[in-house]
């Protein structure tokens, strides 16, 4: 098993930064997962056991420059890490203004993902700074548990408004209450709400648009469906406004899945990037 | 003592206080002949500070009358005076820092613009004069740098560790001496590694390749104000359990900050044969000595050692439990050993122990899988 990659560009290394340090925002630990064309980052909390999931795919092609992978075996030629994406985040935050950044699956004291960054320095030699980052190498018997989320088979599918504009509103409400309502329609209409003993608010955002998932076979809402009739999940707020707040990999499109009373199901498209997030609903 | 401090000196001489009130507790001050001398020592006595302002730097400067004269207070009170640095910089023009040994107070005055006077008078207690028993010029390998070298150096660790080391390897044909910094952590945190080219330094001078590792904390304390100043930072430092001195010097200033560093293995009769030849002077149960035991490395002199009472060290046995007692007896005592206590046990015994062999491994192992490293590379290059 090898892996070994190497990222020289500050751009992709900003992007790559980003992205991981979202992930940290996201969870304390998550598995890594590195296939010949990609890397993902998935939780995999089960909806069922009331925890949320998240699944982000980056193509590695464009990140780094080189990208050597040895799988287990030829015809299962990929690695399953579980890692800490706080040290990741960490690691990368010293190796900002670095001119390379290498990342290799080590052996050291126990199995690494080692990250070597080549930093400028006041004399000819660069400054070489490595992180050790100690990772738990997921053995193939439990591949089988990192299965890609399929996309649910929701009530309705609707665009989010900016992320930025909800975590706002989120945060507020945050303050008043511990559980919020999500819901939507198919008319692009879509209602932040929560309720007290003392209070209830809500905030009401229209014309988001719903995209149309007929192209890709999955199910989407049925045709017959009213589409005034709204959506809805109640969720942790806590879990929704983690995801808000963690994003720093500005999306290009954002979207939401409603799974009436059941879950929330986030997808976040930057590019090359996916993020999906789930968040189960609550009685 | 009586001692104006003008200009710029002001916010310098706040910035060692800062610096200072990030080790210790307790401020000692001592006016000398030679200047005035800030010193203090951290909780579990492993670290020791000195600022010696010379004559010079004043523009009034006077010791006591009486030589022996020494107090000490708490730092935050001191901080208190010179709390926020940039407004001082704006508004303070002078600073008068009186002594007044029959009411047992210390003033500072701030003369600030516009005439406005600000008085803080201090309480203090006598102390022993508070001296870390150290010999830098004996060490075998000195680094000096540029602070901002230090700074970018420490940057790379997070804030929360607590320890770091560094180990020097002899410059050798192709004058590429390392200079790595590692974390000395348990297996399941992240291991950071830094290797830093000896051109980068302004001295690098080692005779012998070493290993050291201290905390974080208190080299932080002084790099605060090794920046502020700009002045270069000597590290003077020998083998594993010496202590470690790091340095800044001006022509009227000098700062000197002794750090423990763990020792190599922690054997008792190791740590004996280190006390012994380490103290020249170690000083029975005093009660600035009490929680100071085995293989620490700095020694705390007290003025007042009778010279013929301090011939050799006493068993370590005894020290333990005169420790012990002291500590079941008086409460302030036992107050200030309980954490010191604590953080001894983890700087020496609770890393230590467990880890002294593997730490040891892994340098040796993460070195050899850097050069390996290297050669895959060309492999792959080709």
């Known amino acids: 098993m090898k892996f070994r990659a190497k990222m020289v560009d500050v751009g992709c290394l900003n992007h790559f930064t980003r992205v991981v340090n979202t992930i940290s925002k996201l969870t304390k630990t998550c598995t890594l997962r590195l296939t010949a064309d990609n890397l993902f980052f998935m939780l995999s909390d089960k909806v069922a056991n009331g925890g949320v999931s998240m699944w982000c795919e980056l193509s590695q092609a464009n990140f780094f420059d080189e990208f050597q992978l040895e799988g287990v075996t030829a015809e299962a030629n990929e690695i399953y890490l579980e890692l800490q994406p706080e040290n990741m985040s960490r690691a990368l935050r010293t190796a900002q203004n670095a001119k390379s950044l290498k990342v290799k699956l080590t052996k050291k004291h126990c199995p690494c993902l080692t990250l070597a960054a080549e930093l400028p320095s006041l004399s000819s030699a660069s400054r070489l700074v490595t992180h050790d980052i100690p990772v738990d190498v997921i053995p193939r018997r439990l591949w089988q548990d990192f299965k890609e989320p399929s996309v649910p088979d929701f009530d309705v599918s609707i665009y989010l408004p900016p992320i930025k504009t909800m975590k706002n509103v989120v945060d507020r409400m945050k303050n008043l209450s511990n559980h919020l309502v999500l819901e939507a329609n198919l008319k692009g209409e879509m209602n932040l709400k929560i309720e007290t003993d003392l209070v209830s608010v809500s905030t009401h955002f229209k014309d988001l648009g719903n995209p149309s998932w007929d192209d890709d076979g999955s199910q989407g809402p049925s045709q017959d469906r009213d589409p005034e009739a709204m959506a809805h999940a109640r969720v942790d707020i806590k879990k929704l406004q983690q ?25 976040l498209l930057h590019e090359d990037v996916s993020l999906q997030y789930f968040i189960p609903a609550v009685a | 003592m009586d001692c104006m401090v003008t200009g710029g000196n002001v916010k310098v001489l706040a910035k060692a206080i800062h610096s200072l009130s990030r ?38 400067y006077s010791s006591c009358r009486s030589p022996v004269f020494r107090c ?21 023009e002078r600073c008068r820092i009186e002594l007044n040994s029959e009411k047992s107070r210390i003033t500072f005055t701030l003369h600030c613009k516009h005439g406005l006077l600000k008085t803080h008078n201090l309480s203090f207690q006598d102390c022993e004069s508070l001296q870390a028993v150290f010999d830098r010029e004996s060490c075998a390998n000195v680094l000096r740098a540029q602070p901002r070298l230090m700074v970018d150096t420490v940057l790379h660790f997070p804030s929360s560790l607590e320890e770091v080391s560094v180990s020097v390897q002899r410059v050798n044909e192709c004058g590429s001496g390392n200079h790595v910094e590692e974390e000395a952590e348990h297996s399941k945190a992240m291991l950071t590694e830094l290797c830093l080219s000896a051109e980068e330094f302004e001295q690098f001078t080692v005779s012998c390749p070493t290993r050291i590792t201290f905390c974080l904390k208190e080299m932080r304390g ?21 202590p470690v001195v790091l340095r800044l010097t001006e022509s009227v200033l000098e700062v000197n900050f002794v750090l423990a560093t763990l020792s190599e293995d922690s054997h008792p009769s190791n740590h004996k044969n280190n006390n012994t030849e380490r103290l020249p002077n170690p000083a029975p149960a005093d009660d600035f000595m009490n929680d100071d035991i085995d293989s620490y490395l700095i020694a705390m002199e007290t003025s007042e050692l009778a010279p013929g009472g301090s011939g050799c060290a006493p068993p370590r046995d005894t020290q ?40 040891t491994n892994q340098t040796l192992r993460s070195q050899e899988v850097l050069a390996s490293d290297s050669e895959n590379e060309e492999e792959g290059n080709s």
């Not at chain 1, 808000?244 to 954002?254: E, I, T, Y």
């Not at chain 2, 605060?224 to 100043?229: G, K, Q, R, Y």
């Open chain 2, 222 to 242: 002084l790099l605060m104000f090794a920046e502020s100043s700009g002045l270069p930072v000597s590290l003077y430092f020998d083998e594993p359990g010496r």
């Open chain 2, 320 to 359: 333990l439990r005169a420790r012990a007692t002291s500590e079941g007896e008086e409460e302030e005592e036992e107050e200030m050993g309980r954490p010191a206590n604590k953080k001894f046990r983890s700087l020496f015994f609770g890393s230590m122990l467990p880890t002294s062999s593997q730490v």
């Open chain 2, 72 to 92: 000490k207070m708490a730092v935050k009170s001191v901080q208190a005076v010179f709390r926020s640095l940039s407004s001082l910089e704006k508004t303070v």
């Open chain 2, 23 to 60: 080790i210790g507790e307790e401020l000692y001050l001592e006016p000398q002949e030679d200047g005035l001398a800030l010193r203090t020592v951290n909780s579990s006595r492993s670290a020791y500070a000195c600022f010696l302002f010379s004559p010079l730097f004043f523009q009034r």
């Open chain 1, 243 to 267: 995801f808000l707040a963690g994003q720093q990999v500005n999306p290009s499109k954002g979207m939401c899945n409603i799974v009436n009373k059941r879950m929330l199901h986030f997808i």
